[in-house]
């Protein structure tokens, strides 16, 4: 008996140290380096994207500056494991020196950790669901400059025009409502698993003449962008397999004349060692399915800080 208590003390100890060795080779940094791709022949317009990570952008039109999901807060494995997540407020400062909104796809801490430190300093407003908009309100953000995000609604930002959508999370591990709810708008420091998120958000964004889908999740069911087309499809590619069947039901909808992936880097990595995959991922895969549905559609895969001008908009049926 004494035996089989040692042993199952000792399992429970060295067996979760086990695994965050495994976890920790298995997520090591593997350099990435992105094809170099020909630039879009479409008429461009005056709107500028800069890719940040994760699935985090800078938009801007040189009059209004907007971020989407700006998250640089970079955690390695056993970090989420040893102690509350610690966003990087110094590293957000010289990454995104400047904001007007922000707008926030759901509220996992990969999307939304950095938010309010950078609202805080930049005076920029937040736009998302209830989870993302307690999130910036437990870290002191004032009410007037948060906005909760409705399914179906067009808002005016600044010089943008922005519609937005529901979308949906993919199934962690494969079951459904993990890290899921609400987070209080009195939350303290949180460990990675509190950052739960209510709901997930796409959103169609427009100025300058362009006009662009931030649709970060590979999931999607049909008229979920509502029949609105968009030169630029920014698509998550990291969770449900992106069909030709799938994209072409996207690109029906967008009609884009440029497809942006994303969520494809190493996230537990830091941005400083640069840009690598996550493990996994068939990047390759995803591309074809997307050439399957739009052979004429330029892919690009960015790295960071590269910054792209967007097509102009398709017009409107």
Not at 73 to 86: G, N, Y
Not at 189 to 194: G, S
Not at 227 to 254: Q, S, Y
Request: some cysteine; hydrophobic content about 45%.
């Amino acid at each position: 008996m004494k035996r089989f208590a040692v042993g199952a003390a000792l399992t429970t100890v060295f067996l979760p140290l086990l695994l965050l060795c495994a976890a920790s080779v298995r997520f090591r940094h593997a350099p990435y380096h992105p094809p170099a791709e020909a630039e879009s022949t479409a008429a461009k317009g005056r709107l500028r994207l800069t890719y940040r990570g994760i699935s985090g952008y800078e938009l801007t039109d040189g009059k209004t500056v907007v971020l989407l999901d700006p998250t640089v807060t970079r955690p390695t494995v056993w970090d989420l494991f040893s102690r509350r997540l610690r966003p990087d407020e110094a590293l957000s400062g010289r990454v995104f020196p400047r904001a007007d909104f922000i707008l926030v796809n759901h509220a996992h801490y990969d999307h939304a950790a950095d938010v309010p430190a950078i609202a805080l300093r930049t005076g920029a407003t937040v736009v998302g669901s209830q989870s993302a908009c307690n999130l910036a309100l437990s870290r002191g953000v004032p009410p007037g400059r948060v906005r909760l995000a409705v399914p179906g609604e067009r808002l005016t930002l600044g010089t943008f025009t922005v519609d937005v959508r529901a979308s949906r999370h993919i199934d962690l591990l494969g079951m459904k409502g993990l890290m899921a709810g609400t987070i209080a708008p009195t939350a303290g420091p949180l460990w990675f698993w509190q950052y739960v998120q209510d709901a997930a958000l796409a959103y169609r964004l427009e100025a300058a003449g362009a006009s662009v889908w931030f649709h970060p999740t590979s999931t999607f069911k049909r008229s979920e962008l509502g029949d609105l087309p968009a030169g630029t499809l920014i698509m998550g590619v990291n969770g449900e397999e992106l069909t030709a069947e799938r994209m072409r039901l996207v690109f029906a909808e967008a009609r884009p004349r440029l497809i942006l992936p994303t969520h494809y880097d190493n996230l537990f990595q830091p941005l400083e060692k640069g840009l690598a995959l996550m493990p996994g991922l068939d990047l390759e895969a995803a591309r074809r399915a997307a050439q399957a549905a739009g052979a004429d559609v330029p892919w690009r895969v960015l790295d960071y800080g590269q910054t792209v001008e967007l097509p102009a908009a398709r017009p409107e049926r």
